[in-house]
């Protein structure tokens, strides 16, 4: 049973964890429209904080099970009122110029301490103030014993100008709720198709931008600014006129061994490539045969895209491989027919770039797709390729034959 628990506590704070990264992120999204002169922190002070001119705003997050109802002995209350007390007290934190807000998905009771928190008419914090300070003199819960002394350390106007700061939002918006923001948000920007792609490079980008911040022993907050361009540049890469480059695509590498098997190795096996080159090659192929996926996978490519793209590569070859065999002529040699192969290959290598899309630049695509196209046979570097590879192959594939 302990083991079982263990494994619930655990999930719960994941969740807990993921919620306040997704609300710092949409907390971000929605300073759009103004002064970028802000900045948003993950787990500094606060779970959030958004600091902007004149004013800062510091959120404690409470991701709950349904059910859970926040009474005036809740602990995550007197967590919450312990962390701002403490910060009160030491001097860092200024109610008069701070917003304190106690966001929860618990359900607020009436006449409780949250419930005269909250914004609206219902909001009265003298009540509060008398509620909190019955339920502190009758607790005798050890867990809320620093919490309790952190709040009743403050001075009479210390309190008053914390509680005064105190907004509750009780039955707050889930972690899938704020992930249906954040893809509203995404839907606006490039539509319904693109909107979870886009949104899921946001979020992977801000997630590592986060655990940088925290990672230094002085934690810098994300400006708006970064938010701001950054975002801008990943919506730039779902116009109809580009395709998105994922940086973990864009670093892949490979070594020739992991491919040696390969049709599109054994092609260069023919003309004599230096294995720097071919690991190089590996490397284009695997970068674009797993970018060319991801985009399949996600429907961000038109139909037929791919195919339209690769005829447009076999055709520019089939040109300069024409050109090559009328050059070289019935009679040519070995070493001049491989020469003119290496000829053909370095044009693909270094000169020709046809983008898949106008605004799609990344090399590795041109280059990776040729590769792929070389592995089916569709397009080869030795004048004699078909013929060379039929030889090669075709031992292998009857051996498979005859064993079956």
């Not at 109802?69 to 109610?95: A, C, H, N, Q, Y």
């Not at 889930?174 to 693109?194: N, P, Y």
């Not at 979870?196 to 997630?207: A, K, P, Q, T, V």
């Not at 693909?348 to 590795?364: K, L, Q, S």
């Amino acid at each position: 049973m302990s083991g079982s628990t263990s494994v619930f506590d655990a999930s719960a704070s994941a969740i807990g964890y993921l919620y306040q990264l997704r609300y710092a992120l949409l907390a971000g999204l929605n300073e759009f429209g103004n002064d970028a002169s802000w900045s948003v922190s993950v787990e500094v002070v606060d779970d959030v904080e958004i600091v902007a001119p004149g004013e800062s705003r510091r959120w404690q997050l409470k991701h709950r099970a349904g059910g859970t109802r926040l009474t005036d002995g809740s602990t995550d209350l007197w967590k919450t009122l312990r962390i701002w007390s403490e910060g009160v007290s030491d001097g860092s934190l200024d109610p008069a110029r701070t917003r304190l807000l106690l966001l929860t998905t618990s359900e607020i009771p009436d006449d409780s301490v949250a419930h005269h928190l909250q914004p609206g008419p219902s909001r009265d914090v003298r009540r509060a103030r008398e509620l909190l300070e019955a339920a502190a003199a009758k607790s005798t819960s050890d867990a809320k014993k620093k919490s309790i002394e952190a709040y009743c350390g403050l001075r009479d106007d210390q309190r008053q100008a914390l509680l005064s700061a105190v907004t509750v939002l009780g039955e707050g918006p889930s972690i899938e709720d704020v992930h249906r923001d954040l893809l509203q948000v995404c839907h606006f920007a490039v539509g319904k198709q693109a909107a979870e792609s886009l949104l899921n490079r946001l979020e992977g980008w801000f997630i590592q931008r986060c655990i940088e911040t925290m990672r230094v022993e002085v934690a810098l907050p994300i400006s708006g600014s970064e938010i701001d361009e950054k975002f801008s540049e990943l919506r730039g890469q779902f116009r109809p006129y580009n395709l998105p480059i994922d940086d973990d695509i864009a670093e892949m590498t490979a070594t020739r061994d992991e491919y040696r098997d390969h049709t599109f190795i054994r092609q260069l096996d023919l003309i004599g490539v230096g294995n720097r080159r071919i690991e190089l090659a590996v490397r284009d192929y695997l970068r674009a045969s797993t970018q060319r996926s991801r985009w399949s996978r996600e429907n961000l490519l038109l139909p037929g895209e791919i195919g339209s793209y690769e005829r447009r590569l076999r055709e520019e070859w089939e040109t300069h491989f024409a050109v090559m065999h009328d050059d070289l002529g019935e009679e040519a040699a070995e070493e001049t027919k491989i020469a003119a192969a290496k000829q053909i290959y370095g044009w693909v290598e270094t000169e020709f770039r046809r983008n898949i899309r106008p605004e799609c630049h990344d090399p590795f695509i041109c280059k990776g797709s040729f590769h792929i196209l070389a592995d089916d046979q569709r397009v080869g570097w030795h004048p004699d390729f078909e013929a060379r590879l039929l030889a090669i192959l075709e031992p292998v594939g009857g051996a498979v034959n005859a064993s079956a």
